[in-house]
């Protein structure tokens, strides 16, 4: 049992690094290069407007 926690916690940890670094990356990549910086703000607007057009209306609770 201490093995199996052990390796779980060792998988969680290394995904967590892995997606640190992935994060890192695509910041440096978007620093680089401003075409897809606009490109990650352009589809985070989309995707705040869809999603506010689907949201239902505060004072309708259905």
Not at 17 to 31: D, E, N, R
Not at 32 to 40: D, E, G, T, W, Y
Request: aromatic letters at 8%; charged letters at 10%.
């Amino acid at each position: 049992m201490p093995l199996l926690r052990f390796l779980l916690h060792l998988f969680l940890f290394i995904g967590a690094l892995a997606a640190a670094s992935v994060l890192v990356l695509s910041i440096l990549l978007m620093l680089r290069f401003p075409p897809l910086l606009l490109a990650v703000v352009l589809a985070c607007w989309m995707l705040s407007r869809v999603l506010r057009l689907l949201r239902p209306d505060q004072g309708n609770p259905t």
